[in-house]
């Protein structure tokens, strides 16, 4: 079936360094991609979101990258800070009627921020 | 802004119990609503949304209902619990179907 996966479980990374969590998605008509963070006992917040007539979005120390030829999508965080530590989760939504408002979620890569 | 309220944040019940779970939003009119399922360490997966008061879609079957008797309040119950309805439950909601949807703080639910 289609699916939205992530590549890697876990990821340790030091403070200061730039971090990049994949996620890949195997739904060619996914138009609309979200990244959420989830710390410890809290909901998902979310973090930068990105439509499928975009490759590149950036936020606050966040930028979305996305390569539909590849159908893969990233998240990369720039200096890394503690507070970074958490579960990050990529979502996938499609305008198709029969999915609407049906986010698909990847199973999530635990960040894991080291002095 | 809008805001997004869960409780209870945390709840013990017995098997055979019931159950009920309320989700409040505010700031806004008219949202999609959403309960999802966390197990631990896992995903999201969604059990309901509604569209409007009294719309109800059930995304799998289980020991769980949901209901929406107001355009802001969302309540998912059970008459008897199981073991296996333990998790982390999380309301969310949206302003179109297509659109991000927000999450609350979630309520953590141990049946024992």
């Known amino acids: 079936g289609e699916s939205v996966g992530l590549h890697l479980p876990t990821l340790s990374v030091q403070e200061g360094d730039n971090s990049i969590i994949n996620c890949a998605y195997s739904?060619?008509?996914?138009?609309?991609f979200i990244w959420y963070k989830q710390e410890s006992g809290k909901g998902p917040q979310f973090i930068i979101d990105?439509?499928?007539?975009?490759d590149k979005r950036q936020g606050q120390r966040v930028t979305v990258l996305l390569n539909k030829t590849v159908k893969h999508l990233s998240l990369q965080i720039a200096a890394t800070q503690p507070g970074d530590s958490a579960v990050y989760f990529c979502?996938?939504?499609?305008?198709?009627?029969?999915?609407?408002?049906?986010?698909?979620f990847g199973a999530g890569t635990q960040v894991v921020v080291t002095p | 802004s809008q805001t997004i309220h869960q409780w209870p944040a945390t709840l013990v019940q017995p098997v055979g119990s019931p159950l009920s779970l309320e989700c409040t939003v505010e700031?806004?009119?008219?949202?999609?609503l959403y309960w999802y399922r966390q197990a631990a360490g896992r995903g999201l997966q969604l059990l309901f949304y509604s569209v409007g008061i009294g719309q109800i879609s059930s995304e799998v079957p289980q020991n769980l209902s949901a209901s929406r008797p107001q355009d802001r309040q969302f309540i998912l119950s059970s008459k008897k619990l199981l073991l296996s309805d333990s998790g982390f439950y999380l309301c969310?909601?949206?302003?179109?179907?297509?659109?991000?949807?927000?999450f609350g703080p979630g309520t953590r639910l141990t049946v024992l």
């Open positions: 990105i439509r499928s007539n975009m």
């Open positions: 969310a909601w949206s302003v179109f179907q297509t659109d991000t949807q927000y």
């Open positions: 700031g806004t009119s008219n949202p999609n």
């Open positions: 739904n060619s008509a996914s138009d609309y």
């Open positions: 979502a996938e939504n499609s305008f198709k009627a029969d999915s609407w408002g049906k986010l698909q």
